[in-house]
């Protein structure tokens, strides 16, 4: 009994706790190896031990131990336990966001808006306290690791951000991430960024080193009571909801705080006001439950009543006041009457200049006007000369570089922030785009693009438009290299385009891609010879070194042109897709031989030429890459309905603003800084608090209308209501038109 005792408990006084041990060990002992009769007496006050023979035979073990004395261990002092003292070190992650944020504020924005700080402070705080929130949820150790590995995805978020941003002028987005392994693609750029840009990325690892080496000892992870997660939890609620408060108030302005955390998305404006975070979070926000009702809607001005056009409008057989009335659906409805009430473009001078001619359209990698120049360039000098000059050209960028580039020089509507919107467009109908309208005409319609033809996912999107496209891996045969030749594009092409009696051919050309340097960039090191003597910054000199490859390209279209005749019968068009944004102030000031500000930074060069054109037609009033679909179709007198347009024909007497990404414009009258809701007057409207209240509202109708042409599928609806179909309606992508037909078409 008195073994079993010893082995069913220890003595709870430590003193005595080498000798329980013992107890408990000789009781197994006895069990395993003596048997269950033997009996193990257990006896404290003498060291031995001793075996006894029972009366029934059985066998005792006794052993004994010297008792032990010990001091009776002194029980701890009492401690102040403060309320906070299980949240130590929590204050790190509030303040490690909003480290993050200035740093990445200091790497690429700047401080542009003073009060947005003040938004970011408090969301980040929440943010902050939210994190640790998550480091308390847990036990110690995972809620350590859960919240290091968080914090080092949040790391590479925000780093990652300050690249792109270094290279495209604005931030990605969520939907921007899934594109990320093709803008891998450019790994010599961005590894050259990431050393530009080190002490950003070395700043923004700080609370991550930090966070390793002292976060164990200098945290105090995880929770004993339940109790303890309220606080955080309704202080992270509490600023959440203030910042909330103060910002829903802030109407002032086009683009106001509270218009941008509700109901419009502007990358670049929104982290301005509200830190990156918050901005992720308002997309994500967007994408799954829509954008939040705008606090003190906009009003409408009152409409100048519009004189009635003296000449033919340029529009179709489509009423839309009657297709307004027709239908139930009152959201579709409400477009109709929209465009009902849009004045139309009308016939002019120039209607039909080009028409029954040929065209050959280019959009050209990061062309601008300062790049044409009759020495280096004299091909481009050639078409600027003695073509069309539109000395106030101007060429917004959007938020998807390239592709917003050309969605808008092709389909002339606004890009919409947040997505591929030209890649969006491959499942909807798109007449007015270049290659289904002369398609429809009979000419041979093709697309070339002298890099990786799945690039943003153009082997969708422009077999929709109208061609039969190639690129680099699909039929378009040249020399890869970094970036590729458009030399190496004209000369794999020009003869399959050129034996066509009636073709339309659309160019999208990759040699004046960034970046601009003499070691990594092939076009610049082809040419450098050529710039070597210029007083310009090195940078600036490579971009002019690749935008002579080129020229060289246009000087082989024009001799292949004059050699088989095609000269007088074609077109050639060249336009923009954006500025150089891979060019350092410094760059961009010293090729525009002036200070540069964020108007006159997009200011570039529309080039249209045609060998039996008489002499140059100058245009000075403003136009912008938004005209560019009405101005073609007018001059090529194809059938189009101006109405559907965002922009106007440049030719015309119609005012079109110069729309930018924030929503800014600029007319003849002056120009509107939507980011400070500031107005610059050139020429005296009489009342200028309500021009700029109308043209802020005809901007705005802009950017929600072409949203709905593409979400909606908006053409395809309006066809289906207005019967245009000539017979069954046509698939999304149509197929390629044969690369030589049987017969050639009859002549428009």
């Known amino acids: 009994k008195r073994a079993r005792g010893a082995r069913q408990g220890a003595p709870r006084n430590s003193a005595a706790a080498p000798a329980a041990a013992l107890g408990v060990v000789c009781a197994q002992i006895a069990e395993l190896f003596i048997g269950s009769g033997t009996v193990l007496c257990y006896n404290r006050s003498k060291t031995r031990?001793?075996?006894?023979?029972?009366?029934?035979?059985?066998?005792?073990?006794?052993?004994?131990?010297?008792?032990?004395?010990?001091?009776?261990?002194?029980?701890?002092?009492?401690?102040?336990?403060?309320?906070?003292?299980?949240?130590?070190?929590?204050?790190?992650?509030?303040?490690?966001?909003?480290?993050?944020?200035?740093?990445?504020?200091?790497?690429?924005?700047?401080?542009?808006?003073?009060?947005?700080?003040?938004?970011t402070f408090g969301f980040s705080l929440a943010a902050g306290l939210l994190?640790?929130?998550?480091?308390?949820?847990?036990?110690?150790?995972?809620?350590?690791?859960?919240?290091?590995?968080?914090?080092?995805?949040f790391s590479v978020f925000y780093m990652g951000q300050v690249v792109y941003y270094a290279i495209f002028?604005?931030?990605?987005?969520?939907?921007?991430?899934?594109?990320?392994?093709?803008?891998?693609?450019?790994?010599?750029?961005?590894?050259?960024?990431?050393?530009?840009?080190?002490?950003?990325?070395?700043?923004?690892?700080?609370?991550?080193?930090?966070?390793?080496?002292?976060?164990?000892?200098?945290?105090?992870?995880?929770?004993?009571?339940?109790?303890?997660?309220?606080?955080?939890?309704?202080?992270?609620?509490?600023?959440?909801?203030?910042?909330?408060?103060?910002?829903l108030p802030d109407t002032g302005g086009a683009m106001s705080a509270s218009r941008l955390y509700t109901t419009d998305f502007i990358s670049n404006l929104s982290v301005s006001r509200f830190g990156l975070l918050t901005t992720f979070r308002i997309e994500a926000r967007n994408a799954i439950f829509g954008p939040m009702?705008?606090?003190?809607?906009?009003?409408?001005?009152?409409?100048?009543?519009?004189?009635?056009?003296?000449?033919?409008?340029?529009?179709?057989?489509?009423?839309?006041?009657?297709?307004?009335?027709?239908?139930?659906?009152?959201?579709?409805?409400?477009?109709?009457?929209?465009?009902?009430?849009?004045?139309?473009?009308?016939?002019?001078?120039?209607t039909g200049y080009f028409k029954g001619k040929n065209l050959i359209f280019l959009t050209c990698e990061s062309l601008w006007k300062y790049a044409i120049d009759p020495d280096l360039t004299p091909n481009l000098y050639k078409l600027w000369s003695e073509g069309f000059q539109f000395t106030e050209f101007y060429n917004p960028i959007w938020g998807v570089s390239t592709l917003d580039g050309?969605?808008?020089?092709?389909?002339?509507?606004?890009?919409?922030?947040?997505?591929?919107?030209?890649?969006?467009?491959?499942?909807?109908w798109l007449p007015f785009s270049f290659g289904n309208q002369f398609r429809a005409m009979g000419y041979i319609t093709r697309a070339y693009h002298d890099h990786t033809y799945t690039y943003y996912s153009r082997n969708k999107s422009h077999p929709n438009l109208g061609y039969d496209y190639k690129g680099v891996g699909n039929g378009?045969?040249?020399?890869?290299?970094?970036?590729?030749?458009?030399?190496?594009?004209?000369?794999?092409?020009?003869?399959?385009?050129?034996?066509?009696?009636?073709?339309?051919?659309y160019y999208l050309t990759v040699s004046g891609h960034l970046e601009y340097n003499f070691f990594g960039n092939a076009m610049c090191m082809r040419n450098k010879a050529a710039v070597e003597g210029l007083d310009l910054p090195e940078a600036a000199r490579a971009y002019l070194a690749c935008n002579i490859e080129l020229d060289k390209a246009i000087g082989v279209l024009l001799q292949k042109l004059e050699e088989t005749g095609h000269d007088k019968d074609t077109v050639i068009m060249l336009a923009p897709d954006h500025y150089p944004y891979g060019l350092d102030t410094e760059s961009l000031n010293a090729l525009a031989g002036k200070q540069l500000d964020q108007f006159s930074l997009y200011q570039s060069c529309f080039l249209i030429w045609s060998a039996d054109m008489e002499g140059p037609v100058v245009i000075d009033k403003p136009v912008s890459s938004l005209d560019i679909l009405p101005t073609v179709s007018n001059l090529f007198d194809l059938e189009y309905d101006s109405r559907l347009m965002m922009g106007a024909d440049m030719l015309s007497d119609t005012q079109s603003p110069i729309i930018f990404q924030d929503h800014s414009w600029l007319t003849a009258y002056g120009c509107y800084d939507a980011a400070q809701d500031h107005y610059t007057s050139f020429i005296d409207t009489g009342d200028d608090e309500n021009y700029v209240q109308s043209m802020n509202y005809q901007v705005d109708q802009k950017f929600t209308y072409s949203k709905l042409i593409l979400r909606k599928d908006l053409y395809r609806q309006i066809w289906d209501d207005a019967g245009l179909?000539?017979?069954?309606?046509?698939?999304?992508?149509?197929a390629p038109a044969p690369a030589t037909p049987t017969e050639p078409p009859a002549t428009p």
């Open 476 to 505: 378009l045969n040249i020399k890869v290299m970094w970036p590729e030749s458009d030399v190496d594009m004209m000369n794999a092409t020009l003869d399959t385009v050129l034996a066509d009696e009636h073709f339309m051919t």
């Open 725 to 734: 179909w000539p017979g069954e309606e046509p698939d999304p992508e149509p």
């Open 49 to 119: 031990i001793s075996r006894h023979i029972l009366s029934n035979g059985s066998d005792m073990m006794t052993v004994t131990e010297q008792s032990i004395e010990t001091e009776p261990k002194a029980e701890p002092k009492f401690r102040l336990q403060l309320p906070w003292a299980a949240w130590r070190g929590m204050w790190f992650f509030p303040a490690a966001v909003l480290w993050m944020e200035l740093v990445l504020r200091i790497a690429t924005i700047g401080f542009d808006y003073p009060k947005g700080l003040l938004y």
């Open 131 to 153: 994190l640790a929130l998550l480091g308390k949820a847990f036990s110690p150790k995972a809620g350590r690791i859960v919240v290091t590995v968080l914090w080092a995805v």
């Open 169 to 247: 002028k604005v931030y990605f987005t969520l939907f921007s991430v899934g594109g990320a392994g093709q803008v891998a693609q450019f790994s010599g750029v961005i590894f050259g960024t990431i050393l530009r840009c080190w002490w950003a990325l070395l700043l923004m690892l700080v609370p991550l080193a930090l966070l390793i080496w002292q976060g164990k000892q200098r945290i105090e992870w995880g929770h004993t009571r339940w109790k303890e997660l309220l606080a955080p939890l309704i202080a992270a609620l509490l600023l959440q909801m203030l910042t909330t408060a103060c910002i």
């Open 293 to 350: 009702p705008a606090v003190g809607g906009r009003t409408e001005p009152e409409p100048e009543p519009e004189p009635e056009p003296e000449a033919e409008p340029q529009v179709m057989d489509i009423d839309f006041a009657a297709l307004a009335g027709q239908t139930e659906n009152t959201e579709l409805a409400g477009i109709y009457r929209y465009f009902a009430r849009v004045t139309p473009g009308t016939e002019n001078d120039y």
């Open 406 to 428: 050309e969605y808008v020089n092709l389909l002339g509507l606004i890009p919409v922030t947040g997505t591929w919107s030209l890649t969006e467009s491959a499942a909807n």
